[in-house]
């Protein structure tokens, strides 16, 4: 086929995507940006669609994706991908027609011109003292895990010792010595959700102390963030604040947008600097290099190696990398898909300890999972769980627990991963569950104590 005519299919597919996309989220105003709006933007079209289709031209010239053998693999690709900007819209629009009655845009417009309220009423002090409490766990687990790791990686990175950071980041993630459950559960999940609580409270409150909870949480957040100097996780914790505030205020000021953006590109410079990266250029003016290449080609390469992997050298993995749990069902545990990649494109980094996992969109590993069954039924099974949760976040009153949750997931929602965690996600069904019987326990404390007065 023609490059002319990849270039026509991808543009109509594309510009098909956006107006699916605008129909499930309610806006696609950048200004409004929420958790759906923000799926198309960034995992879709700048970490997956676009590197796809230099991929199909062969205008790439990027380390990876050289390391490809067959060009059927960039036309697989490259459909794979076009596929997933149609079908994954079309599951948030089933779960639009389950969930609202109304249009998203009616039903955003009512939820922003709601006031933050109190869920307990003038028995709040019950639910927000657990809250406190649960933030103390998530901090205690914090020092916990530098504590196991005998360092604080992130003074490594501002000395600049970039020689001995590659490594000290992959020991840091698959070789931790504590308890990996309170590091991920109340450290990387429960805390930085914790902080935007905190925020939610004080919004409401105005009080110096909901502020300080909130400043609390939000650095002990960051550096739990970094304990293994991966440089995403802080970026997007910092967008929270921008979900934080479209959510609640409903549109951000140019200059918010602008300070927002900068900081984010801010944060990884810093991270480039401090691996040793010390020329700019070479960090954004060239396409298929540093954060310019890794953003356009080095997620998405992962999506091709599946389709040159899966089915060919390697057998599909099917349900055995889902959880080592598998194995008291029969079944002999795999390493994900991810981590079977990167073995197969740089084992020599595997062995000496330097490198962890190819993470790319969720199809590439729905593909090697289950084959072509994956591939066709995973952007519909994954935008119908996501759009379910956002519609339902949306129903649940406008109260400080349930805004923490949903600029949590909003941009801890990842379709840059995995299609294993929409199957069986641990951390985020203990987090929802947790949640839930707080809520409700606190309730049940606060109709106890009015009963009790009553008598």
């Not at 909130?214 to 995403?232: A, G, N, W």
């Not at 060239?286 to 060919?312: C, D, H, M, P, W």
């Not at 050298?313 to 008291?328: A, C, D, K, P, T």
């Not at 349930?402 to 990842?414: D, H, L, M, N, Q």
Request: charged share 15%.
């Amino acid at each position: 086929m023609e490059a002319s005519a990849y270039l026509i299919i991808s543009g109509l597919v594309l510009i098909l995507s956006f107006l699916l996309f605008k129909k499930a989220s309610g806006s696609m105003a950048l200004r409004e940006i929420n958790m759906l709006s923000y799926l198309f933007y960034v995992p879709l079209i700048l970490m997956s669609a676009i590197g796809s289709i230099f991929i199909v031209l062969h205008i790439d010239e990027h380390y990876l994706i050289n390391k490809l053998h067959h060009d059927q693999t960039r036309i697989l690709a490259w459909a794979a991908i076009m596929y997933t900007m149609l079908s994954f819209p079309i599951g948030l629009l089933l779960a639009k027609r389950i969930m609202l009655k109304s249009s998203v845009q009616e039903a955003i417009k009512n939820y922003r011109a709601k006031s933050i309220e109190a869920l307990l009423g003038k028995h709040e002090l019950i639910l927000k003292s657990i809250l406190v409490c649960l933030s103390l766990i998530g901090i205690l687990s914090m020092l916990y895990t530098f504590y196991s790791l005998g360092s604080l990686p992130i003074v490594e990175l501002i000395k600049g010792n970039s020689s001995a950071l590659a490594k000290l980041r992959i020991s840091a993630s698959r070789e931790f010595g504590g308890n990996v459950y309170i590091r991920n559960i109340f450290g990387l999940q429960f805390l930085p959700l914790l902080s935007f609580v905190a925020l939610a409270y004080y919004k409401m409150s105005k009080k110096y102390y909901d502020f300080f909870w909130f400043l609390l949480c939000f650095f002990s957040s960051i550096l739990m963030l970094t304990y293994d100097l991966q440089k995403s996780p802080m970026a997007m914790y910092l967008s929270g604040i921008l979900f934080f505030w479209v959510w609640v205020e409903g549109k951000l000021s140019k200059k918010a947008f602008v300070f927002g953006t900068a900081s984010f590109i801010g944060v990884i410079v810093l991270f480039y600097l401090g691996f040793g990266v010390n020329n700019l250029s070479e960090i954004f003016l060239q396409y298929n290099e540093g954060a310019s290449g890794r953003v356009l080609f080095s997620q998405v390469a992962g999506t091709f190696f599946s389709f040159e992997i899966f089915g060919k050298s390697h057998e599909f993995i099917e349900w055995n990398s889902l959880s080592n749990l598998v194995e008291h069902f029969g079944l002999e545990y795999s390493e994900r898909a991810g981590r079977i990649i990167m073995e197969y494109i740089n084992p020599k980094a595997v062995a000496n300890g330097t490198a962890g996992v190819q993470n790319t969109l969720f199809i590439g590993e729905a593909w090697a999972n289950f084959g072509i069954i994956g591939l066709l039924l995973s952007p519909l099974y994954v935008g119908f769980i996501i759009g379910m949760l956002f519609y339902s976040l949306l129903r649940l009153p406008k109260a400080p627990v349930f805004i923490g949750c949903y600029v949590f997931f909003s941009y801890k929602t990842a379709l840059i991963g995995g299609f294993n965690d929409y199957i069986y996600n641990f951390a985020y069904l203990l987090i929802i569950l947790l949640l839930g019987f707080i809520t409700v326990y606190a309730q049940q404390i606060s109709t106890q104590v009015l009963n009790d007065k009553h008598a």
